[in-house]
């Protein structure tokens, strides 16, 4: 390897697994390869839902085994979940899942004491139920909060267990609702109106912030040479994956696609409106100053969860089938908090489409085209929406993510859109990741150059429009009830 060129170890962590992406920076090179991937899979215990914390540890032990030496390691996962730390450093037991029933009705008592627009006014998230702050209200009476002393989200607890060292990646805590988009720094109007103590959060860093390094112990399970570095980098998944968007100027809207779609615009500022917060849309923090701004959908969780009921059939026959059955027959709300559990997830679907006087998709396939009819409109909803709300037009849609390697959902994308759709790269977040790493070693320059590099570097597939858009819209009516 030439002197040049730097060895990266991206740690992504999805909602489904993990995996240890070693990249490889020269001034005009970018390679990714994959060294370890692991399932992540919750387990349900007689408390909830929980993520199941050590075994996702063990697979970071293990990827960074088989990654080798590494200039830096990064860490960067799903938002929102956290662990709580005793007085002593020690894990209160195992994280609670996003998609755990604790916080059923749990904002309603939150807007009672600081109302939903008071509320995005100051912190500009979108309603989720799951939350971090609807999290903490919902754990208030618990012996668990009571006894703990840091509250560390995933990302940074596992960054704490590999250095010994604590704190707190902005970008995944402007998902918590505890965060001020305009000063980038905690909103303490907010936890203190709510009874949350901001002392349980370690410090916050920024990306590209050093984040210590690893421990002896860690050195010595994975046979590294220390000492190794551990840097900060969007440690919120979808801030490493927008970081990676192989865009040019700034007329780009992005889809980040996986078990979530997450869909919108790269905006200077937050967008704070009361239309804003009608619409669902969320500001969340990114790389250099910038905000993400978009709105959550269900994404391919739909299909995930379908074939996973349908016994894991071959998924590309699937797609096929899929591609041949009829257009826009049947679609529902891909975002509606409905399809937020696992299980039956078939059944739902066809529930959904007899409430609401479709035709009733049967078989596999046509359940299939369902969803990705669906997700194809949820994302013309909301790039046509977004553009409106922040008054920023784009000419092009970059699609980055596991969804980039379904070809059937990038052409739907385009066609619904009526935009051209750029689809890769596929491991956004990871290189997303890299890069940060690589820029705060000084091997890569700002955000345009980072993006510049990827353009150079990684394949990437362009879909056009096809057939127009009306038909888009009257199915979009339909859906609405108009």
């Not at 090179?29 to 349900?44: C, D, K, M, T």
């Not at 970059?398 to 759709?421: E, I, M, S, W, Y």
Request: glycine residues 10%.
């Amino acid at each position: 390897m030439s002197a040049a060129v730097k060895s990266y170890a991206a740690v992504d962590l999805g909602a489904s697994s993990g995996r240890v992406m070693v990249g490889r920076v020269g001034p005009d090179s970018l390679e990714l390869s994959e060294a370890h991937r692991f399932a992540n899979r919750p387990v349900r215990v007689p408390e909830g839902l929980r993520w199941d914390v050590l075994g996702l540890y063990a697979g970071v032990l293990e990827g960074l085994r088989a990654a080798g030496q590494a200039d830096s390691v990064g860490i960067d996962s799903w938002a929102v979940d956290y662990g709580l730390l005793d007085a002593d450093g020690a894990l209160l037991g195992n994280p609670v899942h996003y998609r755990d029933a604790r916080t059923e009705g749990v904002a309603e008592k939150v807007w009672a004491t600081v109302p939903a627009g008071e509320l995005y006014a100051a912190t500009g998230l979108q309603y989720a139920p799951f939350n971090t702050l609807y999290q903490l209200t919902a754990a208030r009476s618990t012996t668990q909060l009571a006894q703990a002393r840091r509250l560390l989200l995933m990302p940074d607890l596992l960054t704490y267990w590999l250095t010994g060292e604590q704190g707190t990646e902005l970008t995944n805590a402007s998902t918590t609702q505890l965060i001020d988009p305009r000063t980038r720094d905690w909103s303490h109007d907010i936890a203190s109106r709510l009874g949350i103590d901001l002392h349980l959060f370690a410090p916050l860093r920024r990306p590209g912030d050093p984040a210590g390094l690893l421990r002896e112990e860690v050195l010595e399970e994975t046979g590294l040479s220390g000492p190794v570095p551990v840097t900060a980098v969007g440690s919120h998944d979808t801030a490493s994956a927008v970081a990676a968007v192989p865009a040019s100027g700034e007329r780009f809207a992005y889809i980040c696609t996986g078990t979530w779609s997450l869909a919108g615009l790269e905006l200077d500022a937050p967008v704070l409106t009361e239309e804003s917060r009608a619409a669902n849309f969320t500001n969340e923090l990114g790389l250099d100053g910038t905000v993400r701004y978009l709105r959550n959908i269900m994404g391919l969780w739909l299909l995930q969860e379908c074939v996973r009921a349908w016994g894991d059939p071959d998924l590309g026959g699937l797609l096929l089938e899929a591609s041949k059955a009829p257009a826009l027959r049947s679609v529902v709300d891909a975002g509606d908090a409905a399809f937020l559990a696992p299980g039956r997830m078939p059944q739902r679907i066809a529930e959904a489409c007899r409430v609401s006087g479709q035709p009733v998709p049967e078989s596999p396939a046509e359940v299939t085209r369902c969803i990705l009819d669906s997700l194809a409109l949820a994302h013309r909803k909301a790039v046509q929406d977004a553009q409106r709300l922040a008054g920023h037009a784009v000419d092009v849609v970059h699609v980055v993510g596991g969804g980039t390697r379904n070809a059937l959902l990038c052409q739907l994308t385009a066609d619904a859109c009526g935009l051209p759709v750029v689809a890769g790269p596929t491991e956004a977040a990871a290189l997303g990741n890299v890069l940060v790493q690589a820029r705060a070693h000084g091997l890569v320059g700002d955000l345009a150059g980072m993006r510049r590099l990827l353009v150079r570097t990684q394949p990437l597939t362009r879909y056009e429009p096809r057939g127009g858009t009306e038909r888009w819209r009257v199915a979009q009516d339909r859906l609405a009830g108009d």
